[in-house]
């Protein structure tokens, strides 16, 4: 359980807005916590993206490029560089600003470095650095593929109902997103199946985020901490609509289909299959929401909040993300979770 004491006073000064801060209920500390954890986990993952097919500068600092791999993501967007090195700059930030605000009032940040103890990329380009999490043992459900054009069902509503995969391989075997080392720099074929795995990650993940942070606002009681989830909440949701245009690519022509030489990972070309795996929709399509005597509505989904941060981690550590890691760490980010889904709005 967390060690943050049931009401944390905040530090005797003023904000900004020269209003006397608040007070940071236990609920409230819990869930920017697991939130902060999730930011740091983030950027450990898109620091490894962005140091082999992103922009090195100032502002994102580590690595120094991977020709072969950006050239390869270059073929889903020229733009590729350019979004792997905002989107990680944007989670630095999330997790920078959620530890500030937790220590501004008087609560304990998040600190996962005693976790870094994985192996990265070996490839030209990684600079070699321990890290949080692993990119190069996935196995990726794309059935939000499907969740986010149908027009039928709403896992808030259908818990049970499965929706389709978009590429049904990636789902049954565990593949690398980046480069492992040079030898998978050829042939071809196979460095494009890499960058196609990565295209597909990137939405995977982001879209978690974009149904983390409504779940958790619902059980906010601070209006600043509730400002605070749907503030980087939609953020969130940019990096989702961006990628899930990427992944559309590696499933379209000239790029698909695609077959990996080495694995026989397949990504299909699912032009005209029909609006349920159409390849150019990245907005959510209207479905039914809160009960079906209501209109579809276009939304965000799920967004039911019992149980999200217990399912966020139990979601990423399904995909792979954190193979390696220690038994402590997994312990840490279970005491995390379990503190966020028992956070409360008070008088609720």
């Not at 999490?133 to 996935?138: P, Q, V």
């Amino acid at each position: 359980m967390s060690v943050v004491a049931d009401r944390v006073l905040a530090k005797d000064k003023d904000d900004d807005s020269g209003e006397a801060r608040h007070t940071l209920t236990r609920g409230d500390a819990a869930l920017l916590r697991f939130a902060a954890a999730a930011e740091i986990l983030e950027s450990d993952f898109w620091i490894q993206y962005n140091e082999l097919g992103g922009i090195q500068d100032a502002e994102v600092p580590g690595g120094f490029g991977n020709p072969a791999y950006t050239a390869k993501l270059a073929n889903l967007d020229g733009d590729f560089a350019q979004y792997i090195h905002d989107n990680t700059d944007d989670e630095i930030t999330h997790f920078t600003f959620l530890n500030a605000y937790l220590e501004s009032h008087g609560a304990q940040p998040v600190d996962l470095e005693p976790f870094r103890t994985l192996a990265g990329s070996k490839a030209t380009g990684s600079s070699g650095k321990l890290r949080l999490t692993n990119l190069m043992k996935l196995t990726l459900d794309t059935s939000w593929w499907t969740r986010y054009r149908s027009d039928t069902n709403n896992p808030d509503l259908d818990p049970t109902f499965v929706f389709p995969q978009a590429v049904p391989g990636l789902s049954k075997g565990t593949f690398t997103a980046i480069p492992r080392d040079n030898s998978d720099l050829t042939p071809d074929t196979h460095l494009q199946a890499i960058a196609n795995t990565a295209a597909f990650h990137m939405p995977t993940i982001e879209q978690g985020g974009n149904s983390l942070y409504p779940s958790l606002a619902q059980r906010a009681t601070s209006v600043e901490v509730l400002r605070i989830l749907i503030s980087i909440g939609p953020t969130e949701t940019m990096h989702f609509q961006t990628w899930s245009d990427k992944a559309g690519a590696a499933v379209s022509p000239p790029i698909a289909p695609l077959v990996d030489p080495t694995n026989g990972l397949t990504f299909p070309d699912l032009t005209g299959g029909g609006e349920t795996v159409q390849n150019n929709l990245i907005m959510p399509e209207p479905c039914p929401f809160l009960s079906r005597r209501l209109p579809k509505c276009s939304i965000i989904r799920p967004t039911e909040t019992r149980g999200a941060a217990m399912g966020a981690l139990a979601f990423l550590t399904a995909m792979g993300l954190f193979a390696g890691q220690s038994p402590k760490f997994f312990a840490f980010m279970r005491d995390l979770a379990e503190d966020a889904d028992q956070a409360r709005r008070m008088g609720d």
